[in-house]
Antibody
Framework: EVQLLESGGTLVQPGGSLRLSCAAS????????MSWVRQAPGKGLEWVSVISGRAGSVYYADSVKGRFTISRDNSMATVYLHMHSLRAEDTAMYFCAKMNSQAAASHYYESWGQGTLVAVSS | EIVMTQSPATLSVSPGERATLSCRAS??????LAWYQHKPGQAPRLLFY???ARATGVPARFSASGSGTEFTLTISSLQSEDSAVYYCQQYNSGPRTFGPGTKVEIK
């Protein structure tokens, strides 16, 4: 059974930094791209970033480009989201998701975690 | 960026009745569309990909169809556990974008 467990969400001040983690199990981690998707309070789902299985390709939404960095440790089956220069509009539940293939240009999200909450406020 | 819209925003249906959800794209997707179910406090769940291919474990009362710019998710006989928000998501081109969701309520 695929399991994705996010952690690291907390209250942070504007301009601050945070690192989210997603520990994966139940599948061959290196064979799948991984994404972060967020949901702001009362809003819908927004793709944030994706990383290919071997970490050779990464992509970011324009809203986070230059501020967020995605990475993965295949030996630990964990994907990370390093968040800098945080803004109030980054407040959201952040979900980790397993893609349908190894490529960063994968199509859809086969499995999701339950999310970790990031609140940006002074 | 492809813009996705969904209608209605909220759908109130009695148990056992049919629920029909619509999803439209700002440009043709061919069949590059997925549907997800999201219940409060839970992980979203993939229901369909490639517009109509059922994901593992999805009950047969759920079906999906469409191509181009118009897509439909149907729940043939609504059960109480189907109360959720349903999202469509395109993967035809550019950043993967989601629709705003349709909230299905049990009447």
């Amino acid at each position: 059974e695929v399991q994705l467990l996010e952690s690291g969400g907390t209250l942070v001040q504007p301009g601050g930094s945070l690192r989210l983690s997603c520990a994966a199990s139940g599948f061959s981690f290196i064979d799948y791209a991984m994404s972060w998707v967020r949901q702001a309070p009362g809003k819908g789902l927004e793709w944030v970033s994706v990383i290919s299985g071997r970490a050779g390709s990464v992509y970011y939404a324009d809203s986070v480009k230059g501020r967020f960095t995605i990475s993965r440790d295949n030996s630990m089956a964990t994907v990370y989201l390093h968040m800098h220069s945080l803004r109030a509009e980054d407040t959201a539940m952040y979900f980790c998701a397993k893609m349908n293939s190894q490529a960063a240009a994968s199509h859809y999200y086969e499995s999701w975690g339950q999310g970790t909450l990031v609140a940006v406020s002074s | 960026e492809i813009v996705m819209t969904q209608s209605p925003a909220t759908l109130s249906v009695s148990p056992g009745e049919r629920a029909t959800l619509s999803c439209r794209a700002s440009q043709s997707l061919s069949s590059n569309l997925a549907w997800y179910q999201h219940k409060p406090g839970q992980a979203p769940r993939l229901l369909f990909y490639d517009a109509g291919a059922r994901a593992t474990g999805v009950p047969a009362r759920f079906s999906a169809s469409g191509s181009g710019t118009e897509f439909t998710l149907t729940i043939s006989s609504l059960q109480s556990e189907d109360s959720a928000v349903y999202y469509c998501q395109q993967y035809n081109s550019g950043p993967r974008t989601f629709g705003p969701g349709t909230k299905v309520e049990i009447k």
